[in-house]
């Protein structure tokens, strides 16, 4: 059974780092592309970062170009997100996700991904 746990979400301020980590069973990490995404109040879920299977490529949402960065650790199992510079509109909750048969061109559509964590909440004031 498949298992995706975010945690390291939290409140800062403007400017302040946070790291996120997804814990994962059930699943290779580098046998599936893995992913961030997060949701605002009454927003849609957005892309956010993308690690691609096998390779290890990045991929960054525009809004987070140069500020945040997705790793892995194939020996935990565990994918990150470190955030740096946060901004006030990076609030949201931040999710994590794994699929093994994405295609490039359907990487940021988040219907097209199997495995979902629950989210982690972050939350940045000014």
């Known amino acids: 059974q498949v298992q995706l746990v975010e945690s390291g979400g939290g409140s800062v301020q403007a400017g302040a780092s946070l790291r996120l980590s997804c814990g994962t069973s059930?699943?290779?990490?580098?046998?599936?592309?893995r992913a961030w995404f997060r949701q605002a109040p009454g927003k849609e879920r957005e892309f956010v970062a993308a690690?691609?299977?096998?390779?290890?490529?990045?991929y960054y949402g525009d809004s987070v170009k140069g500020r945040f960065t997705i790793s892995r650790d194939n020996a935990k199992n565990i994918v990150y997100l470190q955030m740096n510079n946060l901004k006030p509109e990076d609030t949201a909750v931040y999710y994590c996700?794994?699929?093994?048969?994405?295609?490039?061109?359907?990487?940021?559509?988040?219907?097209?991904?199997?495995?979902w964590g629950k989210g982690t909440q972050v939350t940045v004031s000014s």
């Open positions: 059930g699943l290779s990490s580098t046998s599936y592309t």
């Open positions: 996700a794994a699929d093994k048969k994405l295609v490039l061109a359907s990487m940021t559509t988040s219907l097209q991904y199997d495995y």
């Open positions: 690690l691609w299977r096998n390779t290890g490529r990045t």
